[in-house]
Structure formats: C-alpha cells, structure tokens
C-alpha cells in the first residue's frame, strides 16, 4: 500500500515536471511570437522595392535601407574572409597539433572566455587598434576586423568541436598508409569536419549580423548616401539604421525601423537556414 | 564539388583585391565627414541630402557619436564638422589649443526644451524656474518626491520625473539653465538618452513630468500636455513654440545647437560651399524637420563670420543660457 502511494507520488511529479517543462517552452513561444508579430504588424506595409532601392532621406516614406544593407553584406562578407582563415587555423592547431601542456589549458580557458566578453569592449579595442595605430580609419576594413574579433572565439570552440568529433580511426588509418599529419588533417580531417566548420561560422556571422555597439564605436557612420567602393570607404550598416529610426520623433521612422527589423530577421533566418542545410548536406555525405 | 568551391574562393579573393587596390587610387573630388550630436543630425541629414542634388560629386557623410563623441574625433582632426548641441567646453577648447585645431563656430538651430505632464494631469498649469530647480537640483534627491512639496496648492500624489541621460547634450543644457551648473542633478528619475522612450513613459504615467525637444512634444500632442514656463515668479507664463523659441521669448529653456568646423577643412572650395549652403538652407529645412530655425539675420551673420574666418567660441567668456545670439554675433564679427 505504501509503495504504491510512493509510486502515484512519483508519477504525479513526472506529470507536473512535464507540464511545468511545456510552460516554460510555451512562454519562450509566446514572447518570440508576440514581439514577431508586433514587429510585422507594423513594418510589412512599407516592405516594397523603394525600400530596399532608396538612399537615406529626411522623408521617411523616401527613406530606404540601400546603403545600409550593401555596407552591411560587405562587411559581414569581409569579416568571414578574415576570420574564417585564422580561427579555423588556430582550431586545428590547437586540436590537431598542440600538446596538451599548461599553456594549451590556458589558451583553452582563454578563448572560451573571450566568447562570453560584452562586445562593446572588442569595439574599444578595435578603435585603438585598427582605427587609430594602423590607421585604416572608419573604414569598413576597420569594422571587419573588429568583428572579426569579436567572432572569431566561436569560429574557433565550432571548429575544434568539429574537428573532435572526427573517428581517431580515420586519421590512423590516414597515418598507417603513410600519409604525414599535415596529409591526414588536409586530406582527410577537414573534409570529414568541413560541415560542422561550416556551420559554426554561418552561425557567429547570424551573431556578428545585429552587432551595433562596437561597429558605432569603431565609427560606422548613420548618412552615407553611397555604397562602398572599397575595404577602405566608410560605411552604415542596418542595425546602426533602425537604431538612429527608432530613436527619430516622427511615427514614420518608427514604421521604417520595424521594416528593417523584418528584413535583418530575415537574413538571419536565412544564414542560419544555411547552417542547418548545410550541417544535413555534410551529414549524409560524410559517414563514419 | 571541391575544386568548384576552391575556384569561387579564389575568385572572390580577387574581385576583393582589385577593390582594395581601386579603391587605393580612387579620387573623390571631396569627401566632408561629419559626426556628433544626435539632436543636429535631422538637420545636418536633411542639408547633405539637398546638398546632394546640388553636388553629387562630393560625398557628405554623417555620423551620430553624441556631441561629446563628435567633438572627441573633431579635436583629433579626424573629422571636418561637429554637429554638436552645447557650445564646446573649456576642456575641449584646451584640447583644441594642445593639438592645433583651429574652429569656426556656427549656431544653425533653435532646440526649445518642453516641460511636459499626462494629459490626465489637471492641477499644473504653468510652472516657474524656480520650482523646477526644487525638482531637479541634486539636494533634492530622495527629498523633494511630492507634487505638494513643490508647490503647497498641488496635490499630495507621488512625484516622477522623466529626463535626459547623462551623456546627452540636453541634460548638460538643462542642468545649466535650471540648476546653475551643467550637469548637476538628481539623479533618481527615469532617465532615458531616446526621448521617444520618455514620451511614453509621461504619457502613460499621471504623476509623471518630463523635459525633452520641443519636436517630440508635436509629433505626440495627443498624448502631453505642455506647461508653461515663468522664468521668475512675476513674469508671464510662456509656452514654447516656433515663435517663442525662434525670437528667444521661451527663456531659459531654449539652447541654440551648432555645427563647428575646421577651418583647414574650411579653406577647401567644396567645404566652403557646403557651408554657404547649409546657412542659406537651414530655415526652410528645420521647418520642414519639426525643428525651430535661428532668425534669419544670425544666418547672415553667421555667413560673414565664417567668411572671415573668425576662429573661436562665444561662449568661452558667457554663458549659452539666454543668450541672444544676434547681438553676440554682431560684436563678434
């Protein structure tokens, strides 16, 4: 008799975890779907090809997103370019190559930290670094190199988790037909891993995408009625854009900033669209 | 597959190649980089876009760093204009002295600060100076936190206050004018650098009072109620608009904003009538934008000033607080 009312305990507290667990995920929802669509509400009506074609005005209903989404693209496009090179070199180096010494733990602990560091910081240090020692100014180089920065922990933790998750036995096998380690991880190890690299970097870029603080510190600019002709034109970006229209007296930026929300989520929606096309793709190709 | 996506790399490496080594021997025939205050930047925005039409082969870019921010790269020479919404400080004029800048300053825009309340708000009717420093001075803190402690006929309700954040040129303007010195005030009130931010916060608020730009007041009548301001016990009640800003009747609350240039900047042909542009352009457009234009006849003044190259500031010797800037102008050509 006591152990089955023990048991009814037992299963009523797995019911009521359960349920407690749904809420839980059903406010997350709730609050996504609501700001959503509040957002969509009031920005879709002035989504139309002006929007997208138009250079930034006085006028809000002439006012469009042009330069800022070109100024964003490049420098998203030249941050990865960056990035994407060093972090997954230092991954693979610190995976494949480095020994499991003092110094290597505290690389390690190093860069999971820089990860959890306010972005406004890399913006502080990229000001010094970039805009004012090497001089590139309020370039959109400089802002890449920030971001570059600010990205390249995480580009860096997915590319050794990728890396890792590679079987030993492909790389012995690699190694006992006589291939050398730079053969092996060329040829083999990154190949294998190349989906889970992928990944991790269009999913820092979906983070670098809505980043303001560093890019105004480092000088991005609001009006620029021209897009970029080179890493070394200045720049706006949509963020800086909806940022400066929200903060406008008149109800019309507001309408204008909800829009370029709707079409910054969708980007995002899109590159991390990418991620998981891509992460499937690899999936079914590479088995081990 | 691979040797495709090698050869995308690879071409894209290129393409990003010739465009940096382009854009390395690319001529503009004049590029003009502004940065500063948020409260100029409709304005400085609405005369580049104009400028535009007029000069499409000079690049006008604006940024927005805050005035304290603007003036930081523009005492670095980095930039050729500061749109700023207080004169330059002493520290900075200092600055500028240590590292040679040289600047011509120009007033372009009237900002009237409108004391606000909730429409649901029926006992304020106007509001003097003074009690508005019993508000806001910094003894107030934790003190002053009843209608009926400012005034002894207004009702015995919670007070809260709605202001400028600390970083914003409007809250040292305030500062200065109501309590005596930039920067001095209390600090437990709501305090917001995005005014539309403090807009809602009075209009959903009964007890609430806030200050900010006299445009955000207009684009949200519906929700504000505007108070009157004496600026002592026995003068008139004055509300701030177009007018009262314009003609400096609204006192001490209205601030005049400025751009201040370089004058190495300024010597460039280009530069130089951007310049005459603005002035000839900056009433019509601050109407057009919500914003309260200068007199005109400061424009002029302004234009001539400029054309002598006058270096300098008014306000190193006055204060900005009730200023008229036509009589200032005229002694100072």
Known sequence: MIKRIK??????????????????????????????????????????????????????????????????????????????????????????????????RIVEINIANLAGVPSVIYGILGLQIFVRIAGFGNSILAGALTLALLIMPIVIVATREAIKAVPNSLREASFGMGATKW??????????????????????????????????????????????????????????QIFNWTSRPQQGFITNAAAGIIVLLAFTFLLNGIAIWLRNRWNNKVKF | MRYKSNMLIKNVIYYFAILILSSCFKEYKGKIKIDGSSSVYPLTEAVAEEFREKASDIKVMVGVSGTGGGFKKFLRGEIDISNASRPISKSEIEQAQKNGIRFIEIPVSYDGMAIVVSPKNSFVDYITVAELKKMWSPE??????????????????????????????????????????????????????????????????????????????????????????????????????????????????????????????????????????????????????????????????????FRNEKAGSLFEKRSVVGVNLTEALTENQ
């Open chain 1, 183 to 240: 053969q092996t991880t060329r040829n083999v190890v990154i190949p294998a891993a190349w989906g889970g690299i992928l990944t991790g970097v269009i999913l820092s870029v979906s983070r670098a995408i809505g980043e303001t603080a560093p890019l105004i510190v480092v000088g991005a600019l609001v009006y620029v009625p021209f897009i970029p002709e080179g890493p070394l034109d200045q720049y706006t970006t949509l963020p800086i």
């Open chain 2, 140 to 305: 107030s803190q934790g003190k002053i936190t009843k209608w009926n402690q400012v005034r002894a006929t207004w009702p015995d309700l919670p007070l809260n206050l709605y202001g400028a954040g600390t970083s914003s040129g409007t809250y040292d303007y305030f500062t200065l004018a109501i309590n005596g010195k930039a920067k001095a005030s209390r600090g437990d009130y709501t305090a917001s650098e995005d005014d539309n931010v403090l807009v809602q916060g009075v209009a959903s608020d009964p007890n609430g009072l806030g200050y900010f730009g006299l445009v955000y007041y207009e684009e949200n009548k519906n929700k504000l109620k505007l108070v009157p301001v004496k600026a002592t016990d026995d003068a008139e009640a004055i509300f701030p608009n177009d007018s009262t800003v314009q003609f400096g009747i609204y006192q001490p609350l209205t601030r005049p904003e400025f751009i201040y240039v370089n004058i190495e900047s300024a010597k460039k042909p280009y530069m130089h009538e951007f310049i005459k542009f603005y002035l000839e352009n900056a009433e019509v457009l601050a109407k057009e934008i919500g914003y309260t234009p200068l007199p005109p006849q400061v424009y002029k003044l302004s234009y001539s000033r």
């Open chain 1, 7 to 104: 048991t009814n305990k037992a299963r009523i507290k797995d019911q009521l975890f359960k349920y407690f667990a749904m809420l839980c995920t059903g406010l997350c929802l709730l609050v996504l779907a609501l700001l959503l669509i509040d957002i969509i509400s009031k920005g879709i009506g002035r989504i139309n090809w002006s929007f997208f074609s138009n250079l930034p005005s006085r006028h809000f209903d002439e006012s469009g997103i042009y330069t800022a989404l070109i100024g964003m693209v490049s420098l998203l496009f030249l941050t990865v370019l960056i990035a994407m090179p060093i972090g997954i070199m230092a991954a693979i180096y610190l995976q494949e190559y480095g020994t499991k010494n003092r110094f290597a």
